[in-house]
Structure formats: C-alpha cells, structure tokens
C-alpha cells in the first residue's frame, strides 16, 4: 500500500458550540457554513479537515488516509482483503459528507475505526481565518499527525507497517513518572516527508485520540496561539516545548472531545526516507514539554 497522508479526521461530539468556539476562536479555522447537522472546520484548500458529527460520547470516530489515486485506491482494497480484514464501504450520503470520490472502513488491532480514501473534492477556495492565522502547514504533508491509543501495541504495529505499508521513523520508551510501566511509543511516517503521520502509544484512551497536531506557518502563531487557549481558559495539557524526534515547538491543550491537540510549527522535514536513520529517545522532548499540574499525562 502506498498512503500519501493523514487526510482527514472524524469527530463525535455532544456539544457542537464548545467545538466551533474551539476550532475557529482558539484553532484559528475557518468554519464553513450551510452545513446541516455536522460541523467542518477548514485549514487549507480542501473543503474542510475535520468532520464533526453528533454523537453521544465526546471522541474521535475515525481518521482518513489519503491515496493519491484510484489505482492505489484499488490496490488498498485488495491488499486488506488478501490480508483478511473486513472492509466497510461506505455509503453515497457519508461519501458526500467527507468531500470524496469514495472510501471504506476498517478497524486496527487496537480497535481503531480506520477510513481509507481517494479524490478529494472542492472548489479549492482560500481557508479564511476568523482570527487571522495566516494558514496551517498541510498541503501534500497532510493536515498534522494523530497519535492513536493501542491497547494491542505488538499486532497494531505490524498491521500499520506490514499491511497499511508505513514506515518506522523513531520510537521511545516514554517514562509516565509516579512509579508508573515505561510506555511504548511507535512514530510511523507516510509517503511524503512529514517526520511522522502517526504515533501508536500503547495505552487506552476514551476519546479514541491521544492527540491531533496542528502545525501553524511560524513561531509567533504558535505564542498567539498558547495566549488564546490561556485567555479563553482552555485547559493546558503540556507546556511550551520542542521535540526531539521532529523539532516541532509546540504545547499541548485539551479539545472539547477530550483529548489533547498539539499546536505547533517548524516540523522536520524528511526528503529521502532511504537516508533516513531510525533511533530511539531516552526522553521525547529537548527542552520544555512539562505536564501541567493536574493534568492526565499524555505524550
């Protein structure tokens, strides 16, 4: 298989004013109106990157994978059905909704919903910010990466890699303090030069998402940024900080579904994955990156 980028994310939501105040007030994306009972967020050219749907739980339903066209689309299919997986198709009403030509769900070992897709569609009209974020680094990088909860960390891995054909960028062994297990965390790449796409973190988590990242133009929107979410009282997971495995400086804040967004800027990126050297860290970030005081740790 050959996925090009994380596309797009689906989220379930109980209150959909909390997240058009979030996404537009503190994210900075535009919301697109004339939507009926679902809410999109636009960051770029695309009609929108998050999907958000009423639902009875607060959590993220599924992430789309992006082929870059329909005979890698085809391909997709029948690698998963050699591989013995069951594939959902979708329905003409949720292709509509998601603004592609067509797509199918399958479910990761860890029980993760997964939406694999080809040809976006759109009028490729400019993303205009309610708050003046210039725009969001995305383009062929994808709209940011997501970290997925993985309860069965072994056999997720090997599907992600041996099946959905990603490849290993780094990992790490991450110290959750308070005389807690070492946790496993595995950074995945896709095929564009975006460090890593996905994280597997082998722990459980209720919102279905450890963390979404939203990668800005430059270091000043990520400060306006982290004053937005103090002065609207948004909830801070992680401090100011810069990592190791992609450089990105970045903090942590909570989203109204429950799990933590990573808002960031200067992102590593990988123009040959041939030269590229896995490696393990012995801590995930240079400097900063502190767990606010009460908050529930996640990396």
């Known amino acids: 298989m050959n996925i090009s980028a994380l596309g797009y994310v689906v989220i379930?939501?109980?209150d959909f004013a909390r997240w058009h105040h979030f996404g537009t007030e503190i994210l900075g994306m535009q919301a697109i109106s004339g939507e009926e009972n679902r809410l999109c967020l636009k960051m770029?050219?695309?009609?929108?990157?998050?999907?958000?749907?009423?639902?009875?739980?607060?959590?993220?339903?599924?992430?789309g994978w992006e082929m870059a066209n329909q005979d890698d689309y085809d391909t997709a299919i029948s690698t998963l059905s050699d591989a013995g997986l069951h594939l959902q198709p979708a329905s003409e009403e949720e292709k509509a909704m998601r603004w592609v030509q067509d797509y199918f769900s399958v479910t990761d070992p860890s029980g993760n919903n997964i939406e694999v897709f080809w040809g976006p569609k759109g009028d490729f009209a400019r993303m205009n910010s309610p708050i003046g974020v210039k725009g969001f680094v995305t383009g062929d990088l994808g709209m940011g990466?997501?970290?997925l909860p993985?309860?069965?960390?072994?056999?997720?891995?090997?599907?992600?890699v041996d099946v959905m054909g990603l490849g290993l960028s780094d990992f790490?062994?991450?110290?959750?303090?308070?005389?807690?297990?070492l946790v496993r965390i595995n950074f995945l790449h896709c095929n564009n030069a975006r460090q890593h796409s996905l994280a597997l973190v082998e722990m459980d988590n209720p919102a279905g998402c450890d963390h979404l990242l939203v990668e800005v133009q430059d270091f000043d929107e990520v400060g306006r940024g982290l004053y937005?979410?103090?002065?609207?009282?948004?909830d801070l997971q992680v401090t100011l900080g810069r990592h190791i495995n992609d450089d990105m400086v970045s903090?942590?804040?909570?989203?109204?579904?429950?799990?933590?967004?990573?808002?960031?800027?200067?992102?590593?990126?990988?123009?040959?994955?041939?030269?590229?050297?896995?490696?393990?860290?012995?801590?995930?970030?240079?400097?900063g990156h502190r767990f606010v005081a009460g908050s529930r740790p996640i990396e």
């Open 228 to 234: 937005r979410a103090e002065d609207n009282n948004i």
């Open 145 to 147: 990466h997501i970290v």
């Open 172 to 181: 790490i062994h991450y110290d959750m303090g308070a005389d807690q297990d």
């Open 44 to 63: 770029d050219e695309r009609h929108h990157r998050y999907l958000i749907l009423p639902h009875d739980t607060d959590k993220v339903l599924a992430s």
């Open 251 to 287: 903090f942590y804040m909570y989203s109204p579904g429950g799990f933590a967004i990573e808002y960031g800027a200067g992102g590593k990126l990988i123009e040959d994955w041939a030269t590229h050297q896995v490696f393990e860290a012995t801590q995930g970030s240079h400097w």
């Open 150 to 160: 993985s309860t069965n960390f072994d056999a997720s891995i090997k599907f992600w």
């Open 12 to 14: 379930g939501t109980t």
